[in-house]
Every structure is written in C-alpha cells, then in structure tokens.
C-alpha cells in the first residue's frame, strides 16, 4: 500500500531527532524518547551517525504497506530528493536505492548521470548492467527538472544531456582522460568544470590539460 492509500490515523514522520541506540549494515535504532524507532538509510548516511548515545536528526521517508510501515532516514535534503526519484525507476525499489546512494554520494550520482557512466551506478548491490543503463537514460532529464542538478560541484558544474556532451571537443577530453585511467564521471565532472571557468570554445588539449589539473586536486 502507498501513500495514497494509507490507514486511518497512520502517523507519517518526516523527521527523527534522538539519539542513536545502534547501527546495523543497513539501519539504525534512533532512541526517540525512550521509542526505539528502525530506519533503513545509506551506507554513507549510517556512517555519518556516531557512536551509540550520539545526538542524531535524521529526515524521513516514511513508507507504509498493508503488512509493515518503513523509516527511511536521510541525513540531508539532496539525498532524499534522489532517494525519492530513484524510486520512479521501472526495477528500483528502496534497498536498490539506498544501495546505489550507499556507493555514490548525490554529487557523484549527479556526475555519473551526466556522463552517462552506468559502470558508476553498477557498482551498487543489486544492479545489473541494464537496470545501470536504464538509471542513468531515464534520470537525466529528471535531474535537471527536479532541481537535482544543483549537488553537482557547489551547483556549479551543470548536468547536461548526453546529447550536449557526446559531441565535440568536450567528449574527446572526457574519452582521453578516461583512458588515462580516471572513471567516466570524474572525468566528466573536471572537464565541466574547466568549459565553465575558460568558456565552451577552449582548445581540445587545454581541456585535457586542464582536467588533469582538476582531476589532481
């Protein structure tokens, strides 16, 4: 059962503040006045927590079904807003999408998405090579509507569709740079940034020599 149809009286919480009790691989007790409340968050989220009586607030996701209500917990806004549109993916349910946010920080996941780097995606528990593609395809366009775009870089670095990075000297920088040794998405990410700071008309070799330089930061 989705929101649409829940229970009566059923409490939806947006937010927890407590103290952590214990982290497991995949949740957290949050001790909410004396209530001992299980929320499923990210790897990197679960490891942001703290020691046990560590003071914690979490955003919530909360999800209700016919047999169970689930916390999901979120230590800032952008991550949510990923979480949320992750789960508009045919084949992504919440553990898949904590799984991908578990190996990819929003930044990262806005990065791989612009550069269409479905091997970035792949590495999380659970996805495959086509559900990997089908992320990165379907996602950017709902990046940029959603206001996703912004996690990139201080929101300075855009996400572009794949149909503005595929041609030119921007994706001969990024494929020079990838066979190098760096991974697509960084890649991607440090030539965007050195189009911004020098202008979209520079030079095929200062694009690599720049990256180099930004990739060396």
């Not at 379907?138 to 996690?151: F, P, R």
């Not at 990838?178 to 008309?201: D, P």
Request: hydrophobic letters at 50%; aromatic letters at 4%.
């Amino acid at each position: 059962m989705g929101r649409a149809g829940l229970p009566r009286g059923c409490p939806l919480i947006g937010k927890l503040t407590g103290v952590v009790d214990s982290v497991a691989a995949d949740a957290a007790i949050i001790d909410v006045g004396g209530v001992g409340y299980v929320v499923h968050a990210s790897g990197k989220t679960l490891g942001r927590l703290g020691a046990r009586g560590s003071a914690v607030s979490l955003l919530i996701d909360t999800h209700v079904r016919e047999d169970a209500i689930s916390l999901f917990g979120f230590a800032e806004g952008v991550e949510r807003d990923w979480f949320r549109a992750l789960l508009n993916i045919q084949g992504v349910g919440a553990k898949v999408a904590l799984s991908i946010l578990s190996v990819l920080a929003p930044d990262e996941l806005a990065r791989a998405i612009a550069a269409q780097d479905k091997a970035a995606v792949a590495r999380a528990n659970g996805v495959g090579p086509k559900l990997a593609q089908r992320v990165v395809s379907e996602m950017k366009d709902k990046a940029s509507g959603i206001g996703l775009g912004t996690a990139l870089a201080g929101g300075e670095v855009p996400v572009a569709a794949p149909s503005e990075a595929a041609d030119g000297p921007m994706n001969d920088a990024v494929s020079a740079l990838v066979n190098l040794g760096y991974r697509r998405a960084e890649a991607y990410g440090a030539v965007a940034k050195v189009m911004q700071k020098q202008g979209a008309n520079v030079a095929l070799n200062e694009l690599i020599v720049h990256g180099l330089k930004e990739l060396a930061q």
